[in-house]
């Protein structure tokens, strides 16, 4: 079916059966498929990019930093799209080839990391819900992490 590459990168984490992510599971594939086969036909697509290379190796401190300052522009330009009728999603779908697409489109490799790539296109209807999530309590840690004190 499809992409058989992208396929093979995704990961395949296994949680508890009555978990949120468990039940969403089929759904959330169908759904990541569906952009694959027809990624092709989106309208616009834009590439966010980080001023620096985020090379293997970056410290911590700068990539949460870099991450930092790109990530919420990209929610608030997927927000402001969200107000007009448009939606958008966060892929990764291209990075493995990022070089490549920097040689394609212009970009100086050595210069710009490439931080995804976003699919923007009108919705199909507009009523969108909150989707099925863990109860904050589950990832939230006041003065202890796990079972563990601080």
Known sequence: RGNLEWSAQQPTAEYG????????????????????????????????????????GTPTFRQASAWGSLLPAVWSFMLALR?????????????????????????????????????????????FKPAPRLPASELTHWDTFGHHEL
């Open 83 to 127: 107000e007009r009728g448009m939606g958008s999603a966060w892929t990764t779908l291209h990075l493995p080839n990022e070089k490549e697409v920097a040689e394609l489109l212009g970009i100086p490799f050595d210069r710009y990391t490439q931080a995804g790539l976003f699919p923007i296109a009108y919705t199909v209807g507009t009523e």
């Open 17 to 56: 059966a009555d978990d949120t992510r468990t039940e969403r599971k089929d759904a959330v594939q169908t759904s990541a498929w569906h952009l694959v086969e027809h990624f092709h036909e989106v309208p616009y697509l834009l590439i966010p990019m980080i001023e620096g290379r985020l090379d293997e």
